[in-house]
């Protein structure tokens, strides 16, 4: 995690606190796994309740079940502020804040009954997940995501200003060249139309009713199929960047010059230097020895 907790005293709080937040002993790793379980099914019994024939149904037991796991994701949370030197931090990070909205809404509407409609954002358990896995902080591949995204945001976002000004303008084409019976009643909901073609959606609300509009919709498409992997490219060159970068030293060997070795590398893959000038070549005295 990106702020450090720490456990509150010695004893029951700090053997809580390594199972509960860390991941490295077999009972943490289990309760890792049975968190996992419990969000999963958590979040099933919320999709399930919301298709109307199996509500009516199973209904009761979907008010128990979401009822169980409201007490017992609220008792999770009792201790982890429990074996926490400073419980703020935490509650305001944005796992605990996570933690603390998936659980909030239920007992709002046992309270209040007017907060019934805020029962939906408990769906929000399925984030939870993100802090049991730590993709963001403790995986290599998800680090150099987000590197790929970081040196790609610019340029992805130029690319994006330039289909919205296409879009635009062929929007404002199509609106002064198409009648509002066909749709087209305003700008905004030609741009509407620009998006859906551009992106080769083609959901038929608004069809073009003459044959000049329909030769720009051709024409606006053939854009979209040209451009759409545009952003994928940017987005793969990066992260190709990113894995070189993560492999490869940039420190050239002194004896060729060379640049481009692994980072576990310790002799120059074409001289055979010996390339960490800071220590002694394990080997040098060897070689000297050969005759």
Known sequence: ???????????????????????????????????IVMIMASVGVILLGSVQGVSQEY??????????????????LAVRIYCLERPSIYLKS??????????????LVLLMPGFHALVIIRIL???RIFRILRLMEFVGEGRLLIDALKRSFHQVLLFFCSI????????????????????????????????????????????PGTA?????????????????A??????????????????YSDEACPGCGHDRHEKRARYCLRCGTWLDETTEDPHKENLQKEP
């Open 125 to 127: 358990r399925v984030l």
């Open 164 to 207: 919205l000004m296409v879009v635009t303008m062929f929007a404002a084409l199509m609106y002064t060249i198409e009648s509002p019976e066909t749709g087209f009643t305003s700008i905004p909901m030609s741009i509407y139309w620009a998006v859906v073609s551009v992106t080769t959606v083609g959901y038929g609300d608004i069809v």
């Open 59 to 76: 209904g009761w037991l979907f008010y128990y079940l979401e009822w169980a796991f409201t007490i017992l994701f609220t008792l999770e």
């Open 94 to 107: 944005f796992y605990g804040v996570v933690d603390m909205i998936s659980i909030l809404p239920a007992w």
């Open 230 to 247: 545009v952003p994928t490219g940017i987005f793969s060159a990066q992260v190709i960047r990113s894995i070189r970068e993560d492999r």
């Open 1 to 35: 995690m990106s702020f450090n907790l720490t456990p509150a005293a010695e004893g029951l709080r700090t053997q809580l606190f390594h199972i509960i937040f860390e991941s490295d002993t077999p009972a943490a790793k289990g309760f890792d796994i049975a968190l």
């Open 212 to 228: 000049v509009g329909k030769a720009i919709t051709v024409v606006l498409m053939l854009i979209g199929y040209s451009i759409i």
